[in-house]
């Protein structure tokens, strides 16, 4: 659990329904005391049930059902749940997997623009009381295959949805960025907490 002392207290005890420490990392900003609880869901069921939604419902749909999940366990307390798209060319990529398709992806991507969609929700009670989807416009430069590929020898970036690793040396593949940091990494933090306030979720 992260506790550090803040100037607000939130009515409820949050919980973060993810294992992801970029995440984590982007709510430990705010010194507002959480834990993280990993969502047991299937994802690919959820995508396939909501496959006639569009891209935008359907991440943070992904993200309530995280949230929900978490919330039948700790019904009394307050949870967030999140989870990212990556958009390209009006599809979706996955990630990559292995040293070979990663290369292969960011090459694809190259001198050209995608979205990533960072879906949130929150949720009390088995309720969702709020969610919504935050999207980042990114234009990747233009580079050689040699230096693609010592990029993704570096970092080994095979897990992420995009391909690389906005939060270190993979910003150096990007010329423009159109949005929000923190939805960069997944967790949008201004809606979130603009959410909780109008909620009234925190203490007086």
């Keep these: 659990m992260f506790f550090e002392v803040s100037f607000i207290n939130l009515k409820y005890e949050l919980i973060l329904a993810s294992n992801s420490q970029s995440r984590a990392a982007i709510l430990k900003t705010v010194k507002i ?8 869901i299937d994802e690919e069921k959820l995508l396939n049930l909501n496959a006639q939604s569009s891209y935008k419902m359907q ?9 929900m999940e978490v919330s039948t366990r700790y019904p009394d307390s307050l949870i967030i749940g999140a989870d990212q798209m990556v958009l390209f060319e009006n599809r ?20 050209k623009r995608h979205q990533l969609l960072s879906g949130w929700a929150i949720c ?6 709020a969610k919504g989807t ?27 949805c995009g391909g690389y690793y906005f939060e270190s040396a993979g ?3 990007f010329d423009e960025v159109s949005g929000s940091y ?10 979130l ?10 203490m007086p």
């Design 171 to 173: 910003r150096l593949l």
């Design 193 to 202: 907490l603009n959410a909780i306030w109008d909620l009234d979720l925190v």
């Design 33 to 40: 005391p959480f834990m993280q609880i990993v969502a047991n």
């Design 124 to 129: 009390l009670g088995k309720k969702i009381l």
């Design 92 to 111: 979706l990529l996955g990630k990559p997997g292995n040293r070979e398709n990663t290369v292969l992806q960011l090459s694809k991507l190259q001198s």
């Design 134 to 160: 935050d999207t980042v416009s990114l234009k990747m430069r233009p580079m050689s295959k040699e230096l693609l590929i010592k990029y993704v020898e570096l970092e080994k970036s095979y897990d992420s």
């Design 59 to 67: 991440v943070q749909n992904l993200a309530g059902a995280k949230a």
């Design 182 to 191: 923190d939805s960069i990494l997944g967790l949008p933090l201004e809606p």
